[in-house]
């Protein structure tokens, strides 16, 4: 069983507001990831970091922003929700000789009104 | 440009069916091919990897076929049974540099077995 946690589950807000995801790993891991999840499933790489002080941006742009300052924390941030960021956004972490395997948490669904 | 093609976007079997699931990639560069399973409410989940250096690999009823000439694999699920109801993903694995990879998913194929 993965040790990696998502909080909220759930969030619905109103537009304009500024939300943090959080996600939370116990494993020692070094890689962590941020996905978007299309309802029609399709998943997206929006952030990864390979490491403490190190954040990227992955394959889709997102308004979104992350931070990396402990290893086993990866927050991401809307400093401004919009209705176009209704999603779930699904948060992952993986070890140095994981070939790319991913441990993924259970996710956050966010609905801006 | 979609690296990595994942065909049908949808299936529906009756219970013992062998459902069938095929991915094609472009890059002959990936060198791991996982399969990912996703419940509702759930994060996808490793279910099974293959290396290119292999034609198939068994872990119970889940099966990875792999041709390499044609660039394409494929997972089956025999017996399968409506526990196995999930979205599936395949995806493909490249070294980004170091001990870094980077996942290339497939759209995701959803998965329905009938009692």
């Known amino acids: 069983e993965a040790d990696i946690y998502q909080t909220p589950r759930y969030l619905v807000i109103g537009t304009g507001k500024k939300i943090t995801l959080e996600c939370s790993q116990t494993m020692g891991h070094d890689k962590m990831y941020w996905y978007q999840q299309d309802p029609g499933m399709e998943l997206h790489l929006i952030h990864y970091?390979?490491?403490?002080?190190?954040?990227e941006k992955g394959d889709l742009s997102s308004e979104s922003t992350v931070s990396r300052i402990r290893t086993e924390h990866f927050p991401l941030t809307l400093e401004s929700a919009r209705p176009s960021h209704t999603s779930q956004y699904l948060c992952a972490s993986s070890d140095t000789g994981g070939l790319g395997e991913l441990f993924f948490g259970e996710g956050s669904r966010l609905t801006v009104l | 440009q979609q690296q990595v093609k994942q065909s049908p976007q949808s299936l529906i079997v009756q219970k013992g069916g062998i459902p069938i699931i095929n991915c094609a990639y472009e890059n002959t560069a990936f060198d791991y091919f996982p399969w990912y399973q996703q419940f509702p409410g759930k994060g996808p989940a490793l279910l099974i990897a293959i290396r290119p250096d292999v034609s198939e690999k068994k872990e119970g009823r889940f099966t990875i076929s792999f041709n390499k000439s044609a660039k394409q694999f494929s997972l089956h699920i025999m017996d399968s049974q409506p526990g196995d109801s999930a979205t599936y993903f395949c995806a493909a694995s490249l070294n980004s540099g170091g001990s870094n990879y980077k996942l290339t998913f497939g759209k995701g194929t959803l998965l329905t077995v009938n009692p």
């Open positions: 970091s390979y490491g403490v002080n190190s954040t």
